[in-house]
């Protein structure tokens, strides 16, 4: 399995702080996904980087990936009460027939107010 | 509304006793997964399906079937139930190759007593 291992397992902060969680696998990927969920509820889709990107940006997550490193950075800036949630990075490989999209254990946020 | 169903939500049954989770996607997906979620270990899969007719196992496929007719359908049975398959089960769908985000199912909680 190339599972993805985020690191920290858990990270408490305060509202207002920054969050930053890594991401590191094993074998070649064709992009990298990180993924949301809140308490026993589904995963919601937050992001994607291509292999061949190095940074992406979407409202307040910063996404880096380091693929000769094979690493991955999420960073929540000005992180709310609401932002409170699991966060999982996925890694995704294709070629041919064959391939997969494999989750980490994920790292669990808590944001107090 | 573009979504992934499951049924039933919440299942207590007993060890033995036949059950089949259904997914449906309503998105013309190719790619079908299923995973189990488990306190400390992250999201597991247990199998996917690549098309029609095109399953493969994941990384906890032992006690668990699963069968790919229909593009929208993608259940999973558990043809004699036991206690360690107790868990938060979630079923996704996305396009293939996974170039994009993959789509999450409310969950399944089943108990097995």
């Known amino acids: 399995s190339q599972q993805g291992e985020e690191d920290p397992q858990a990270l408490s902060i305060q509202e207002g702080e920054n969050a930053t969680m890594n991401c590191s696998y094993k074998?070649?990927?064709?992009?990298l996904q990180w993924y949301r969920q809140n308490s026993g509820r589904g995963l919601v889709h937050l992001i994607l980087?291509?292999?061949?990107?190095r940074e992406k940006h979407s409202g307040r997550l910063r996404v880096t990936l380091d693929t000769s490193k094979k690493s991955s950075s999420l960073l929540i800036t000005a992180s709310r009460a609401a932002d409170t949630a699991s966060y999982f990075c996925a890694t995704a490989y294709y070629g041919g027939s064959q391939g997969n999209l494999i989750f980490g254990k994920g790292t669990k946020l808590s944001v107090k107010p | 509304e573009a979504q992934v169903t499951q049924n039933p939500r919440y299942l207590i049954t007993v060890t033995g006793k036949k059950l089949t989770v259904t997914c449906s996607q309503n998105m013309n997906h190719e790619y079908m997964s299923w995973y189990r979620q488990d306190p400390g270990l992250g999201l597991r899969q247990i199998y996917y399906?690549?098309?029609?007719?095109?399953?493969d196992k994941g990384d906890v496929p032992e006690g668990y079937k699963v069968s790919r007719k229909e593009k929208r359908n993608f259940p999973l049975i558990l043809e004699s139930p036991s206690p360690n398959q107790t868990s938060l089960y979630f079923c996704?769908?996305?396009?293939?190759?996974?170039?994009?985000?993959?789509?999450f199912g409310p969950g399944t909680r089943l108990t097995v007593l």
């Open positions: 074998t070649s990927i064709n992009n």
């Open positions: 996704a769908s996305s396009l293939w190759p996974p170039r994009g985000e993959q789509f």
């Open positions: 399906s690549m098309n029609v007719e095109v399953t």
């Open positions: 980087i291509r292999s061949n990107e």
